[in-house]
C-alpha cells in the first residue's frame, strides 16, 4: 500500500533551519511529482514547494529564498530544506505524492513545525 512518512519537524528559534524528508513506498516514486504543503491553523493547505519528476521545482513567494526542495530518487526521498525560519513558517508540514495525469494525490501523516523565541 501507499504510505508516505515526514520525519525532521520540530521547535525551532526564528531564523533557524530544519530539514524535513519524506520517504514514500507503495509507488514507483521516479515518476510522480513531488511535493510539500502546510497548514495553519484557522488557514487553507497551502502548496509550499513542488518538484517534478523531472526537477522542475516551484515555490510559495512567502518561502524563496529560504526553502529548498529536491528529491532522492534511489532513496525514494523528497527533502525540504528550511532556512531562516519565521514565526508564520509555524504549521504542519506534508507531503503529497501526485502523478500528472491524475487529479487526486497521496498523503502522509504531517510534522509539526514550530518556529518560536
Known amino acids: 500500500q501507499v504510505q508516505l512518512v515526514e520525519s525532521g519537524g520540530g521547535l525551532v528559534q526564528p531564523g533557524g533551519s530544519l530539514r524535513l524528508s519524506c520517504a514514500a513506498s507503495g509507488i514507483t516514486f521516479s515518476i510522480y511529482s513531488m511535493a510539500w504543503f502546510r497548514q495553519a491553523p484557522g488557514k487553507q493547505r497551502e502548496l509550499v514547494a513542488q518538484?517534478?519528476?523531472?526537477?522542475?521545482?516551484n515555490y510559495a513567494d512567502s518561502v524563496k529564498g529560504r526553502f529548498t526542495v529536491s528529491r532522492d530518487n534511489p532513496k525514494n526521498t523528497v527533502v525540504l530544506q528550511m532556512n531562516s525560519l519565521k514565526p508564520e513558517d509555524t504549521a504542519v508540514y506534508f507531503c503529497n505524492a501526485r502523478r500528472p495525469s491524475s487529479i487526486y494525490g497521496f498523503w502522509g501523516q504531517g510534522t509539526q513545525v514550530t518556529v518560536s523565541s
Open positions: 518538484i517534478t519528476s523531472g526537477g522542475t521545482t
